[in-house]
């Protein structure tokens, strides 16, 4: 059987990484085969495409660029790494996936949606994930979080507004594909995120294997 395909979205310092953790040990729990992985990123290639993405630096980088090198990215991680995997049963976990394409390079850079959708449509396909888990908290209790970190990329350093649009841009992501899109409340203490996320896998592992 075909591997499921799970991604986590949500804004900087909203908990992504910690819930990555939290779902390892249940896949573990369950003796469910997985592959971790993260974009932009995956593959030795995709890797290299995210530094240049990320790494601050003096030249504005064109919106378009920035667009076009996701998606650059994110084809290759698709190719060599994640329908590989799924093909043989091994469940993907992501990091990031296309929701965070249509939010930042859509919603907070005001990249045009049919754009978007025409590139969702060319490099990704039918290869959407399965579920995506969406870690939801207030801006300022993101930044709170991550300014405790030492590295801070280029998209860290945004402004407020910026930030507030990501939160936006996500929830209306879950809006618009409720059934695919589950929203965690990531504000609350690490036992309880932990909680909502373990009740969502056991959701849709039921709903996935026939069980009503
Ligand atoms: N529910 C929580 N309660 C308290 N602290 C938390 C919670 N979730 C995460 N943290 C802490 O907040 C920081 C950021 O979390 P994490 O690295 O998981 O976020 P992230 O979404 O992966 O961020 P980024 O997008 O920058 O990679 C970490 O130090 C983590 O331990
Ligand atoms: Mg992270």
């Known amino acids: 059987m075909r591997g499921k395909f ?3 979205e949500g804004g900087e310092g909203s908990g992504k990484t910690t819930a990555i953790q939290f779902i390892q040990q249940w896949l573990e729990q369950h003796s469910i085969p997985y592959i971790m992985t993260r974009e932009p990123g995956g593959t030795p290639l995709a890797e290299e495409i ?5 790494s601050p630096r003096e030249e504005k980088v064109n919106d378009v660029a920035e667009l076009l090198l996701v998606f650059a990215a994110r084809a290759q991680h698709l190719a060599e790494k994640i329908q590989p995997a799924l093909d043989e049963g091994i469940w993907v976990i992501s990091d990031r996936f296309l929701d965070s394409s249509y939010v930042y390079q859509g ?4 990249g045009d949606v049919a754009v978007l959708d025409q590139l969702s449509r060319w490099v990704v396909g039918e290869n959407k994930p ?3 888990l969406l870690l939801d908290v207030p801006v300022e209790l993101g930044q709170e979080r991550v300014v405790q ?5 280029r998209l860290d350093k945004e402004s407020l507004s910026f930030h507030q649009k990501v939160r936006d841009g996500f929830l209306e992501r879950a809006d618009v594909e409720p ?6 409340d ?3 203490s690490l036992e309880s995120v932990k909680y909502q996320i373990e009740k969502q896998l056991v959701q849709l592992n039921n709903a996935w294997s026939g069980i009503s």
């Open 50 to 54: 995210r530094q240049l993405i990320l």
């Open 149 to 153: 970190r030492q590295h801070q990329d």
């Open 6 to 8: 799970i991604s986590l």
């Open 107 to 110: 919603k907070a850079r005001g």
């Open 186 to 188: 990531a504000s609350q």
């Open 179 to 184: 059934d695919r899109v589950k929203v965690i």
């Open 130 to 132: 399965d579920a995506t």
